[in-house]
């Protein structure tokens, strides 16, 4: 089975540039979260999507940050107009979580995306 | 708001030696312990989990034990190898139904020499 996937796997931008990130995760899914870290600090959530839909996008730093997952499969996270302080890896992971139950599903790691703006 | 704690790196020990790597928490609810390890060029793996106070999580030599009373999930092995070299990340979930976010430390990066 494979598992959570992301594209690119390193990518330089100029300040001011669009980038879009994919991930893809493991089939059948139903949840995909986006995490963040920046300059070796910790990693910080982002949001959290249950299928297609937005179930937590608390962390979400900014309005140049767009976050999309079209019919709850792969998602797409979009920086525009990209900042100096965008940098960092960006990881997705998905989680096959059965909501209203106590049981805590492990997250699985895409390798990450490693985003430089210069 | 929840936070994780975690001692600072890097850590360089020699093949064999014991590890500990410290971690506490603080948390505004009853948390899920977990450690996290990134080996390089690699996405993050659960390395090991603990759900209540005093459960004790397992894998691959390394163990950790959730105490409550002093809030924290320090990891431990006994006796390190090179492969271990890798950032380990200790993290906290709070469950609230739909809420189900990894709270994460910093990291601590630990290189094995021969």
């Known amino acids: 089975e494979a598992g959570v996937t992301q594209f690119p796997s390193h990518s330089v931008i100029e300040k001011g540039q669009t980038v879009t990130l994919r991930c893809d995760p493991i089939?059948?899914?139903?949840?995909l979260y986006w995490y963040r870290r920046v300059m070796g600090k910790e990693i910080k959530f982002l949001l959290h999507?249950?299928?297609?839909?937005?179930?937590?996008e608390s962390g979400m730093p900014n309005n140049r940050f767009l976050a999309e997952r079209t019919g709850g499969t792969y998602s797409t996270l979009k920086v525009q107009p990209a900042e100096l302080e965008d940098s960092g890896v960006y990881f997705c992971?998905?989680?096959?979580?059965?909501?209203?139950?106590?049981?805590?599903?492990?997250?699985?790691f895409g390798p990450g995306t490693r985003l430089t703006v210069t | 708001g929840d936070s994780v704690t975690q001692m600072e790196g890097p850590v360089t020990l020699s093949e064999e030696a014991f590890l500990t790597i410290n971690c506490t928490y603080t948390?505004?609810?009853?948390?899920?312990l977990f450690w996290y390890v990134q080996y390089p060029g690699e996405g993050l793996q659960l390395l090991l989990k603990?759900?209540?106070?005093?459960d004790k999580g397992s894998n691959k030599g390394f163990e950790a034990t959730y105490r409550k009373e002093t809030t924290s999930f320090h990891l431990e092995k006994g006796s390190v190898q090179v492969s271990d070299s890798a950032v380990y990340f200790c993290?906290?979930?709070?469950?609230?139904?739909?809420?189900?976010?990894?709270?994460f430390g910093t990291g601590t990066r630990l290189t094995i020499i021969p």
């Open positions: 992971a998905s989680s096959q979580d059965i909501p209203g139950t106590y049981f805590i599903y492990e997250q699985y």
């Open positions: 948390a505004t609810g009853y948390p899920s």
């Open positions: 999507f249950v299928k297609e839909s937005k179930q937590d």
């Open positions: 089939s059948g899914h139903d949840n």
């Open positions: 603990a759900t209540k106070a005093d």
């Open positions: 993290a906290l979930i709070i469950r609230n139904f739909g809420n189900e976010k990894l709270t």
